[in-house]
């Protein structure tokens, strides 16, 4: 037994109600957010990992193909712009767009406004990874949180929203 209520016992998910102790009253509901937003990173970011494994991704390949699909038409952002979807540095995000390269699903283009940078746009074979990739990992996805209801989902997704924007925000301004 351990002595962290943060931490599982006997497979069970761990308990924050000992925590009052440690964390001043007016801050309760703030750790108690913290600890389930990371906690739950984490697990969705593992949980990815695996998911994704079978079809030869990383999370960082795999987000940075669904932002391009996802963006319609042309499917191209900038690298800057992959980045802020990958909540990921600009060097990282090079890393990951030379293996989208090295596999034939990006190409970079001209941009057309700015001759000084490259856009960085699907191939056929990337919308195709995209398309399918996306689809094998909501369908999982959608079986492992199969005892949250349609309201339920967009309820969560709209509050996660929110939390995601605040934080942008703050990010933006350092």
Known sequence: MTDDPTQPTNGEPPQL??????????????????????RTG???????SDALASEGFDTSEFTALSALWMTG???QLSAGEIADRLVQTTGGTTKTIRR????????RIAD??????????????GLDAARS???????????????LDAAE??????????ISAELDDRLRRR
């Open 133 to 147: 990739t996306l689809e094998l990992v909501l369908d999982a996805f959608d079986l492992d949180i199969g005892d």
């Open 112 to 125: 057309p406004n700015d001759g000084r940078r490259a856009l960085i746009q699907l191939t056929a074979s």
């Open 42 to 48: 984490r697990q969705v970011e593992a949980w990815m």
């Open 73 to 75: 038409e042309p499917h």
């Open 153 to 162: 989902r967009t309820e969560l997704g709209s509050r996660l929203a929110r």
């Open 17 to 38: 109600g000992d925590l009052e102790s440690y964390v001043d009253p007016r801050h309760w509901s703030t750790v108690e957010v913290l600890v389930w937003a990371f």
């Open 100 to 107: 989208l390269e090295e596999r034939g699903l990006v190409r």
